[in-house]
């Protein structure tokens, strides 16, 4: 097949070469502000590099499109009017799910098949091999591709965006997991007890995750005042070892939005599902006046 490629950074010059050696064609990239490394790889893969979208589109049998999330809905609407009916156009941004329909629906008004796919991993780790989620009614179709390139791929839905919806999803537990860990091993490696903390926490590791972040949820509004406190007296830990609690900030704030809820609105106990249903009472944005 003939690819091109939209967006020449680490994640669309991983592709390119990986596709490449699956014995596709990479042979156009198109990026606004090439870099010297992807000056380098257009060489060894003998692909034409131009800075914006031009008839030389129409070649392609697949797009790979790899820019920033921000200019992905731009960049369809561009492209668009250049590829051939029933091409292939595949959005790897992390753009707003809303962005993402509107560029499926550019690309279908000139017969061009949209599929949303996220990348679900660190492809600096794992590369081209990274698990990527696909949306979209011929999500399908990318799957041969996933698969030449050893990656695990799954079709999560048919309307595009919903495969960058879970991976935002993703986020905010992988980046929130990350932003915690930092302030918690800082914090223990400082006091001399990050083996022993690392027991200590071994116990969450008996159960599968789904069933842990259930019974985080569920007990916690019921001893969320507690918990405010218990986490005040972290924070002040930090505090003493010059440590800025930036994140647990955040955590002590939701905690206080939890407790200010009980006093309006009563909780009794129930399913997962009337845990989440009385939280999204409390964490609802009060609409501007």
Same mark, same amino acid.
Request: hydrophobic share 45%.
């Given at each position: 097949?003939?690819?091109?490629?939209i967006?020449?950074?680490?994640?669309?010059?991983?592709?390119?070469?990986a596709?490449q050696?699956a014995?596709?064609?990479?042979?156009?990239?198109?990026?606004?502000?090439?870099?010297?490394?992807?000056?380098a790889?257009?060489?060894?893969?003998?692909a034409?590099?131009?800075?914006?979208?031009?008839?030389?589109?129409?070649? #392609?049998d697949?797009?790979?499109?790899?820019?920033?999330?921000?200019?992905?809905l #731009?960049?369809?609407?561009?492209?668009a009017?250049?590829?051939?009916?029933?091409?292939?156009?595949?959005?790897?941004?992390?753009?707003?799910? #809303?962005?993402?329909?509107?560029?499926?629906?550019?690309?279908a008004?000139?017969q061009?098949?949209?599929?949303?796919? %996220?990348?679900?991993?660190?492809?600096?780790?794992?590369?081209?091999?990274t698990?990527?989620?696909?949306?979209?009614e011929?999500? %399908?179709?990318?799957?041969p591709?996933?698969?030449?390139l050893g %990656?695990?791929?799954?079709v999560?839905?048919?309307?595009?965006?919903?495969?960058?919806?879970?991976?935002?999803?993703?986020s905010?537990?992988?980046?929130?997991?990350?932003?915690?860990?930092?302030e918690?091993?800082?914090?223990?490696?400082?006091?001399?007890?990050?083996?022993?903390?690392?027991?200590?926490?071994?116990?969450?590791?008996?159960?599968?995750?789904?069933?842990?972040?259930?019974?985080?949820?569920n007990?916690?509004?019921?001893? #969320?005042?507690r918990?405010?406190?218990?986490?005040?007296?972290?924070?002040?830990q930090?505090? @003493?070892?010059?440590?800025?609690?930036?994140?647990?900030?955040?955590?002590? %704030?939701?905690f206080?939005?939890?407790?200010?809820?009980?006093?309006?609105?009563?909780?009794?106990?129930?399913?997962?599902?009337? @845990?989440?249903?009385?939280?999204?009472?409390?964490?609802?944005?009060?609409?501007k006046?």
């Amino acid at each position: 097949m003939k690819i091109a490629l939209i967006g020449g950074g680490e994640v669309g010059q991983c592709y390119a070469h990986a596709l490449q050696q699956a014995g596709h064609s990479l042979y156009l990239i198109i990026d606004s502000h090439p870099s010297e490394s992807l000056k380098a790889s257009c060489e060894v893969l003998g692909a034409a590099l131009v800075q914006e979208p031009d008839a030389a589109l129409g070649e #392609a049998d697949v797009v790979l499109c790899a820019a920033f999330g921000s200019a992905a809905l #731009a960049i369809a609407q561009a492209a668009a009017p250049w590829l051939k009916a029933d091409s292939l156009y595949v959005d790897l941004t992390t753009a707003k799910p #809303a962005d993402i329909l509107r560029a499926s629906d550019v690309m279908a008004q000139h017969q061009v098949r949209f599929i949303d796919v %996220a990348i679900a991993g660190a492809i600096r780790v794992l590369k081209e091999k990274t698990p990527l989620l696909l949306a979209g009614e011929q999500a %399908a179709d990318f799957l041969p591709y996933a698969q030449q390139l050893g %990656a695990p791929a799954k079709v999560v839905g048919t309307e595009p965006g919903a495969a960058v919806s879970l991976k935002l999803l993703r986020s905010i537990f992988t980046k929130g997991c990350e932003a915690l860990a930092v302030e918690c091993l800082v914090t223990a490696e400082q006091k001399g007890l990050r083996q022993q903390l690392y027991e200590v926490l071994s116990d969450i590791d008996e159960r599968p995750l789904s069933e842990f972040l259930e019974a985080c949820v569920n007990s916690h509004v019921i001893h #969320a005042r507690r918990r405010l406190a218990e986490v005040g007296e972290a924070m002040e830990q930090m505090q @003493s070892l010059g440590i800025n609690p930036i994140a647990s900030q955040g955590i002590q %704030a939701l905690f206080q939005n939890t407790v200010q809820g009980l006093e309006q609105s009563p909780y009794q106990a129930g399913s997962i599902e009337h @845990s989440l249903k009385w939280l999204q009472g409390s964490l609802q944005i009060a609409p501007k006046p």
